[in-house]
């Protein structure tokens, strides 16, 4: 959004005096690769960020049961002032309670799309919810400690390096980006596989961080596509072929 609103910002302000077709493609250009980089990417990196954070406080800092959430608090706090000081990008309009109304629409000819899209996003996030619910046992069972930021890296080895697969990939078109972050995410699973039956906790993490770079590449395809997809004068995005 930073990315695209920048970008907005400076298509107005040459609007009166022009702009040089070559510059306007690499802004633009500039944009498109990287917004959908960070919009796909930005969740699953803050949640590892979190848990690491949250592991040193809990940890290493006085009062652990209670410390984590007084600074979530005290940062919630803070980002409420900030988003009241920010200006409002749209217009007002009456139907609020109307809006609330759960609506399900899938554009005409893009349900096969949404279905790749759909899928993807739902496979890879699902490794992630593994990750988050057994990476205290796996600490504690094959590492032998019940540290926090430990169990905070082992739940991190799998999403901490997403955003590097949405920029290795993002010169690729983005079926293409999808189908090689998948095919190297289905690889990466079976890896992460064979290291827990091996008992193997430094190859599990290894493997772990290629599956969150595939993941990366794979949902940053994902959001590219569909939003090549939803402008009408886009090339046309293939969903990758099962």
Same mark, same amino acid.
Do not use: Y
């Given at each position: 959004?930073? %990315?695209g609103g920048?970008?907005?910002r400076y298509l107005r302000r040459r609007g009166n005096a022009g702009l040089h077709p070559g510059r306007e493609r690499r802004v633009l250009a500039r944009g498109l690769a990287y917004g959908p980089v960070i919009t796909s990417n930005a969740p699953p990196f803050a949640i590892p960020l979190g848990a690491l954070i949250s592991g040193v406080l809990v940890q290493y800092v006085p009062a652990p049961r209670t410390l984590v959430f007084e600074v979530i608090a005290a940062a919630l706090v803070i980002l409420a002032a900030l988003l009241?000081?920010?200006?409002e990008t749209v217009r007002r309009t009456p139907g609020a309670l109307a809006s609330l109304r759960p609506r399900v629409l899938v554009p005409r000819g893009q349900g096969r799309l949404l279905f790749a899209v759909g899928a993807a996003l739902v496979g890879t996030w699902a490794l992630s919810g593994f990750y988050q619910a057994l990476s205290p046992v796996l600490a504690a069972d094959e590492l032998g400690t019940r540290n926090a930021l430990v169990v905070a890296l082992v739940f991190s080895s799998i999403v901490v390096l997403s955003p590097i697969g949405g920029l290795m990939t993002g010169r690729l078109r983005p079926a293409t980006a999808m189908r090689v972050g998948l095919v190297l995410f289905v690889v990466a699973t079976a890896g992460i596989l064979v290291a827990l039956h091996l008992a193997q %906790? &430094? &190859?599990?993490?290894?493997?772990s961080a290629v599956a969150g770079i595939a993941q990366g590449s794979a949902n940053a395809g994902c959001a590219r596509c569909w939003g090549r997809r939803r402008r009408p004068t886009a090339p046309a995005c293939s969903p990758p072929s099962t």
């Open positions: 959004m930073l %990315i920048h970008d907005a009241a000081l920010c200006p %906790i &430094w &190859w599990f993490l290894a493997v």
